[in-house]
């Protein structure tokens, strides 16, 4: 999705830690973390975040809103240092940037003061879209008041 509309760049000051341990299933034969793992960690951190910042539960906001998350439409990785079977990884997260009907989140994986990978991705608020197909989705304008909870 693109939007044509004008951008806002804040500094954010609200981030959150999400803790995740790396089981022996995490990882693949070399005990090393298999690279889907870390998206997966990172998707799981994005719902602390705004729960963290005091945004109630999906299904909540479905309810009371009608948005019903925020998918993605971009994603990138870098990955600096691999984690292994016993690490405890902190995945810091916040918001980089709020556009009108995206935003873009950063989350730092680190093992202790160890960076291991850094992930940035854009992301809607999404309704489901009126009409005959039942997973059509669209992007609604980002919750003033939600993006002041979360450091907007």
């Given at each position: 999705?693109?939007?044509?509309s004008p951008t806002t760049s804040l500094p954010t000051t609200v981030a959150h830690i999400y803790t995740q341990r790396v089981e022996f299933g995490d990882c693949d034969p070399a005990q090393i973390v298999w690279f889907p793992n870390f998206f997966r960690w990172a998707d799981a951190a994005s719902r602390n975040f705004f729960m963290a910042c005091g945004l109630p539960d999906w299904k909540t906001t479905e309810r009371?809103?009608?948005?019903?998350?925020?998918?993605?439409v971009d994603i990138q990785a870098r990955f600096m240092r691999p984690a292994s079977y016993g690490d405890t990884l902190d995945i810091v997260t916040s918001i980089s940037e709020w556009r009108s009907r995206s935003f873009n989140t950063l989350y730092q994986v680190r093992r202790g003061d160890t960076l291991l990978c850094e992930i940035k991705d854009v992301r809607v608020f999404a309704r489901r879209k009126p009409g005959d197909d039942p997973h059509a989705i669209e992007?609604?304008?980002?919750?003033?008041?939600w993006k002041v909870l979360c450091g907007g």
């Open positions: 999705m693109s939007s044509s009371e809103r009608g948005i019903i998350g925020t998918p993605l992007a609604v304008p980002v919750p003033a008041d």
